[in-house]
């Protein structure tokens, strides 16, 4: 079958760095993802990785080890308005056909 | 000039009626998705289309059907509401790029409430 998993919640402190883990179980896997969703809004692309190591995007970096089927996004210098959900999701092709599948997302709340 | 829009934002009905949620991207994007959102914010999804065409269609209820008049549109129609299909309702369009890259590019959601 397919799973991934990430903690329900992270509570860290504004300017800290927080990691937010991911591990997955899938067939046919292409890659990994990010995505961020404020409460009432929708979720939005962070990152990608569709090779092992690690990618960054300004205060956003993004790991994938596909030996260890594991992940993590880390928010550097965080910031009040960084509060919010964090999704992993895989692109994989199991079930015949490719799709991307969301883990049950990280509730990230930035405290002053 | 949004990228994906679908409407209504919110949709508050009856049980049993028959509702629609529309959805139109403007990027160009080959796939089209429906995704549901639940109270957990458990983001699962629901009929994937490709150039108009039907790619995944995971175990939704045959209540719900897809319909994509050309690339540009997928429209989402439910019939017979029951109160367990309140939740709030995704469109998305994709295109894969370089390493298989594929970023999903999400409307602003529908929130429908079954009463």
């Known amino acids: 079958g397919q799973s991934l998993e990430q903690p329900s919640e992270v509570t860290a402190v504004e300017g800290a760095i927080v990691q937010i883990n991911c591990t997955y179980q899938t067939s046919g896997f292409y890659g990994l993802s990010w995505y961020q969703q404020h409460d009432g809004g929708a979720p939005t692309f962070l990152s990608y990785?569709?090779?092992?190591g690690l990618e960054e995007t300004g205060r956003f970096s993004s790991f994938l080890s596909r030996s260890d089927s594991y992940g993590y996004l880390l928010l550097q210098e965080l910031q009040m308005k960084d509060s919010a959900s964090y999704f992993c999701?895989?692109?994989?092709?199991?079930?015949?056909?490719?799709?991307?599948?969301f883990g049950t997302g990280t509730k990230l709340q930035v405290i002053p | 000039d949004t990228a994906v829009s679908q409407t209504p934002k919110y949709l508050v009905t009856q049980m049993g009626n028959d509702k629609s949620i529309k959805c139109e991207q403007n990027?160009?994007?080959?796939?089209m998705y429906w995704y549901k959102q639940d109270s957990k914010k458990f983001l699962k999804i629901m009929f994937s289309?490709?150039?108009?065409?039907?790619?995944i269609n995971e175990t939704v209820p045959n209540r719900f059907s897809p319909k994509s008049p050309d690339k540009a549109h997928l429209n989402l129609h439910i019939n017979s509401l029951e109160l367990g299909d309140s939740a709030v309702y995704f469109c998305a369009s994709s295109q894969v790029e370089g390493l298989m890259i594929e970023k999903l590019f999400f409307g602003s959601g529908t929130q429908l409430s079954v009463l």
């Open positions: 990785n569709a090779l092992d």
């Open positions: 999701a895989v692109r994989d092709n199991s079930g015949g056909y490719q799709k991307v599948t």
């Open positions: 990027l160009g994007h080959d796939t």
């Open positions: 289309y490709n150039n108009k065409e039907l790619i």
